[in-house]
């Protein structure tokens, strides 16, 4: 008894935590998208994602994120099987090379990118300091506020969160696994479709999860890269809380993008059930 009332005692401060900053802004999302001024039931709210511009938005934020979360896989893949073949403290330092951008503040790391592609930026600057020289005439980048400058912003932030949970994956398979393999005949390609890569699914769809949900979410990389030409769910649901102080439209399209999350996080669960796909 003297154990549990311990538990419990030291399990207070989160159960506090979660209530104050899970279990009431969930229950004040819900209760705004499902209900009008007058406080009656509506679904008014949740519908008016079929509104065109709505639907638009959530398609465009839909499509980034895809493209995103492929070419975090492409690149987080062979790096975290690099990474993942080393031995000692080499890995270590790598791999805190890639978390030490997460510790700067995600909107300076945003600004960060607008200052480089703007046009005005630090890449055009030595772009026309080589103009400047003989035999020399490259063009001139162009891709702030288009759908280029979104998809890098979205690679840049959230890669590390795709090589974290792959690294993982792949650093508990057994060695010896792949050895026998290969002394049964398999090359390295079979090697890697039968053996490396079924073990290391845990992790894709972990990192898959990881990217896809705040890249769906995401407002600050496409107001800041996108400009007001590209909106995407996620500034309209940002607007209708900041700029029309709409909180119950807000909520309603916010309850949406919920079932997008717990649709990831259902996979997530299916295809990680002894959660080898962590970060950590």
Avoid at 88 to 100: E, R
Avoid at 117 to 123: A, P, R, S, T, Y
Avoid at 161 to 176: G, Q, T, V
Wanted: glycine share 6%.
């Amino acid at each position: 008894m003297k154990n549990k009332s311990f538990t419990a005692l030291m399990a207070s401060p989160y159960l506090i935590w979660a209530i104050a900053f899970i279990i009431i802004p969930l229950f004040m999302v819900f209760y705004y998208g499902l209900t009008n001024n007058d406080g009656t039931f509506t679904l008014e709210n949740v519908l008016a994602i079929t509104d065109p511009r709505h639907l638009k938005a959530l398609g465009i934020a839909m499509l980034l994120s895809v493209i995103s979360t492929i070419i975090c896989i492409l690149l987080a893949y062979p790096l975290a099987m690099i990474l993942a073949s080393k031995n000692g403290s080499k890995d270590k330092i790598i791999i805190m090379i890639f978390i030490l951008p997460m510790w700067m503040n995600f909107l300076l790391r945003i600004l960060a990118w607008q200052t480089i592609l703007e046009k005005n930026g630090v890449i055009n600057t030595f772009i026309e300091m080589f103009n400047a020289l003989p035999l020399f005439d490259l063009p001139l980048l162009n891709i702030i506020n288009t759908p280029y400058a979104i998809i890098l912003g979205m690679v840049y932030n959230f890669l590390p969160f795709m090589i974290l949970p792959l690294y993982n994956s792949l650093n508990k398979i057994d060695p010896n696994v792949v050895n026998a393999a290969k002394d049964l005949g398999a090359n390295n390609f079979q090697t890697f479709i039968r053996i490396i890569l079924p073990l290391t699914l845990p992790g894709i769809i972990s990192g898959i999860t990881m990217v896809f949900v705040p890249a769906l979410t995401t407002f600050a990389i496409s107001a800041m890269l996108g400009g007001s030409k590209i909106s995407l769910i996620g500034n309209i649901i940002e607007q209708e809380f900041s700029t029309a102080s709409n909180w119950h439209l807000g909520s309603g399209l916010s309850v949406v993008l919920m079932i997008f999350i717990i649709i990831s996080m259902i996979f997530s669960a299916i295809f990680d059930k002894d959660g080898e796909g962590n970060m950590l």
